[in-house]
């Protein structure tokens, strides 16, 4: 190594496996088992999630119901694994919808600039004056329509976001020289775009589709919470937390085990967007 | 001339704005399910003179712009009808609740600007030091946890097992409501906090290595010029920008705090109004909480032009 | 000059550094540097970067960044100062030693205007009248005369200015000492001249003692008494400035002075130093510069010579000195150039530019003013040929390069290009893309490749450009500056291009690399017979790479010729003022 010291740069490491920092690993820890309960649902659950036996009523943790029941007598424990169907289902939809249509638009708006990027914009702006959870609350409570409406009404308020996010990330690598250089050389826009910004402009939108993720998950479990979005009597760690507040004094873990959940999966995918980001920007890092 | 410019092409954004949520809160009434008719009708027995007395009232018969505009004239002076379900005057329906709600939001950006503030501060001077570390992770599960989770929690620890605070209702008086509030203004307070923290302290290492930050150390300047007059003013700008946005926030964040806490604030009314399809006061506060929205970050704006230079002055070299 | 507060010119201060060494925990970034300041004297500390000089001037300051710590001595007037509480430093610092910093805009807190950053280094006695008066009267010593720059703040005054303001705030206390870290680097030539000329008269008015941090051996010569020539992380040699220019006597600087284009003659061949610099912990325990050294043997690698007296008040760490110091100061060979354009006949013109324009709206209130960046210019760049086009920023050299890469649309005139134009930028951190391997971009240019051109491949690309083809592996990150440029020299070429722009293309690198991306320029152009334009504001350097020059001022040409004519003998007084503010070169007197 030190012989080449001054004569030429260290050679590129070899692309081999980085090993994995311990928050990431953490927050692992804690996706995938709810993602394949998200899956597998009632059918790994130690009991049904939706069967009632009021003669138990709400009964602390123990042997049987491990972390209790609630006053219906189901089992708490099985209800979370239930309800990890709504907590991943809704928010990877969402996150995917608007990573999508929030990554092509900011681009072009970026790229192209002129009326697209103003009409895109404005409406950005409209948006943002808007306060999303309010929206939300009115346009499920009023409109009716469920969880998927609710869905589609939060890929709508959050794309905004993702526009202006990818579109300044964009435009930053818009102005650099290899981007120039590449549309002196007559690169099609296509491929400028593609080949070009989009890699450099990938940390943002993982990030974003991590933070989405998590932004749709505690909206959705919020309206849950306020009685909107899911019927009731359905699974969810939103509905469980309003439900069995009468109970806390009885099963305290009624309330904690998914307000825990929530917190803890919304807190893992945040890390895991934050250990992303700077792990893809590393990656292509410019300088060193 | 500029800045009158400045502040002329943010007046008319605002008035556009108004104009659009309005009609958005307006169309509430058109898009809801079930006739407007039936809807304004809320729980009274359907008699035709009642229906007629309604669609007078309503302007049913007109067209949907002129029932717009009627509707708008009223609003704009406080008069946005009387509920579907109580009969009672919106107005006074928002009357009422309001001062519970301004108060949490309130209480809520003091608490907020009051731990962010240091801490942030803290954070950023001491950058991957053990108090930063604990800082910036307190933060980071700040941010991820929701209002209604963090608020059952608080419930739950300090007011059913610890029994510190009361679990319902905000009391009577000033000192009542103070205290009964500080638990929802905490839930509510946390998760800005954490965002102003997180800003803060960005900010702090961005000024830190900043030229002049060396500059002014090498010209001998005092520690205390340079923590004022170099490090919080530059670093502190951000902030604004952020209070501006939590505050325009608290009337949305409201809606899950008080519902959790049991609190008669006009978020617990939205809730109660969205259930029972009561449109005039869902209009009413919806139009309250984006006009809000939007006037606070008007307002931020202008701030801008008071404390900072460089929007202040315009980019033209001497 | 009724005033309270101007030293009175004796007291200057005498600095004492001994065997200073920085390092990052137990990672060394400089080592054991020493030399003295005597009152009144002004030392240069000279290197590229990574050399370790600015860590240097911090240190003396007491100021550097958090986590590097310094060893050795750093006495003041005797009094030592590493190791002192930072209470005791911030007493001495502004008042003792002050430090002025490289980039005018980030130096100058962007919330104080000019007159609050001045005043609040002046003593709180003052009452508010005496202290705006002390203010005015501080920035017309500085050259601003005008009372009202001291209402404006940073953003609102140009660099010059900003750079005049840092220099009175930095000089309010009335330092003995005052150290200036690269203080004219980012400024346009002509400013840079005044602004030098300036802190040479304050120094020589007020009796302090300077010293200077540069990269650049012309400001060396033209300011200093003595200079210290700084390598990865240590002093190879320490001269007085006229013997440096004559008699280098360690092949850095030799190297250095070798490498330096000259604005009076153009060198037949451009050498620079091969390689990159190390850093400091990777060469312990041997001579700094031995991995680069044409001149190396075994002994220079076995340990690391000491700093050696060779003459008055001249040291070289060289070991070697006495056997080489015969090959050290052998001028390189020029070429005569001044008849080199008219001889040239180009008969086939590959790009022909007619009353060119170019305005840009700027946004005001109501009516949309315009600023004219281009007024009609028109050129002509024969096949094989070479053009120059100066000016200094804002003078609209990018704007017409723009034009002509088709990256922005002209307001006015014509543009007719008989093939394809390629172009290399100045920044050669965002001239590759940092996601792709260096094959890759080199592939794709290649797809883009004039059709019946000769054959050619990444291998042989990267040969052309005399980089190993093991590159094409590796992503731009591995590469350094000078390899970039390399690499988009290499990729533009791929295209086969009748005309390659290269605007500012080594502005951003140091003069050891310059030297070898003009020399590939030069040949690319000789040999392949690609017609430049080159777009620069270095005098120096366009004289070595092209035969015709045209001077841009506010948007319109003022003067246009072969270019050793035109730098030899220039006709406009905007040329001849560009010309006077070329420092001194080193192969004239100092006088």
Redesign the interface.
Known sequence: MSQIAGQAPPAAAPRKRRRLGVSVVLCLAVLIPIVISAVFGSAIAPHDPALQDPTLGALAPNGTYWLGTDDLGRDIFSRLIAGAYTAVAGPLLVALGTTLTGTVIGLLAAYRGGWFDTVAMRGVDLMYALPAMLVLIIAVGVLGGGYYVAVVLLIFLTVPTNIRLVRSAALSQKEMAYVESARVMGLSPARIIGVHILPNVSPTVVTNFLLDFVGALVGLSGLSFLGLGVPAGTADWGLMLAENRAIMDLNPMAIVAPAALITLTATAATVLADAAYKRISQAGAQRD | MSILAFIGRRLAAMVVLLALLSLLCFGLLGLSPGSPEQLLLGTRPSTPELRATIRAEFHLDEPFLMQYWHWLTDAVRFDFGVSAHTQQEVTAIIGERFHVTALLAVYGLVVALLVAIPAGLYAGVKQGKPGDQVITFGALLAISAPAFALSVLLLYVFGVALNWFPVFGAGEGLAENIYHLTLPAIALAAGSAALMIRQLRASVLDVTNQDFMTFARARGLSPARIWTVYLLRNSCLPMLTISGLVLAGSLAGAVIIEQSFGLAGLGSQLITSVQQLDIPVVQALALLTGATVIIVNLLVDLAYIVIDPRVRHPRSAA | MTDLSTAPVSTATDLCVENLSIGLGSRPLVRDVSFTIKPGETICLVGESGSGKSLTA?AI?G?LPAGLSATGSVRLDGRELIGRPEREL??????RV??????PF????????AGATIA??LPRSLSRTAKRAEVLRRLAEVGITDP??AD??P????GG?CQRV?MA??L??DPDLLIADEPTTALDASVQSEVLSLLMRLRDARGMSLLLITHDLRVAFSTCDRVLVMYAGSVVEEAPAAALAATPAHPYSAGLLTAMPSVHARRAKLVGIP?????AA??AGRCVFE??CRHAVEECRTAAPPLVRIGEGHASACARYEDIRAVLNVAPPVENDTGVAAATTHEKAVAVVTGLGKDYRTR???KSATSTALHEVSLSIGAGESVGLVGESGSGKSTLARCL???TKPTRGTIAIDGV???V???P????????TIGFALR??LT?RVPGSDPVDVRELLELVGL?SAYA????????GG?RQRV?IA??LA?NPALLICDEPVAALDVSVQAQVLELLRRVNRELGTSLLFITHDLAVVRQVTDRLVVLYKGRFVEEGPTGQVLDKPTHEYTQMLLNSVLFEGTESNA
């Open positions: 911090r300051a100021l911030r007493g001495l610092r502004g008042r002050s430090l002025l910093m490289q980039d980030t130096m100058l807190n962007p919330m104080l205007t609040e280094s009202a720059a404006r703040y953003f609102q005054l140009s200015m840092a705030a930095a309010a206390k390689g990159r610099v190390p850093s990777d060469v991995a680069r005001g209130l109501r890469l088709g990256l134009v390629q172009c930028f100045q920044d951190y965002t001239s590759l893309n940092p996601s792709h794709e240019a883009k190993p592996e590796r992503r731009p990150v591995a590469l350094s390899e988009a990729r533009a295209v």
